[in-house]
């Protein structure tokens, strides 16, 4: 099962959240750290959650085009 954390970007509708997830990379020549950014739809159904909050989220079946992630645990409100 693939986990991550992510951040709540913004609340889209009753189900979905957007988050944004950060990972830290190394150039292969220059050795420098950089974060990369992906930005993902989560299925989401109770109010709990604000814009902000640090959450665990994983892996599902696809719900629509974009949205196949679901939240597993909240770490941060």
């Known amino acids: 099962m693939k986990i991550k ?3 709540v970007l913004k ?3 009753k189900n979905t959240l957007s ?3 950060q990972i830290l990379k190394s ?3 220059l050795k420098e750290k ?3 950014h992906k930005k993902l739809l989560i299925n989401y159904t109770n109010t709990l959650l604000t814009v ?3 959450v665990l ?3 599902d079946k696809k719900l629509s085009k974009r ?3 679901q939240v597993l645990k909240i770490l941060n409100i």
């Open 19 to 21: 988050v944004s997830t």
């Open 27 to 29: 150039h292969p020549k």
């Open 5 to 7: 954390q992510a951040t």
């Open 67 to 69: 949205k196949s992630w």
């Open 34 to 36: 950089y974060i990369k």
């Open 52 to 54: 902000g909050a640090k």
């Open 11 to 13: 609340i889209s509708s």
């Open 57 to 59: 989220i994983y892996y």
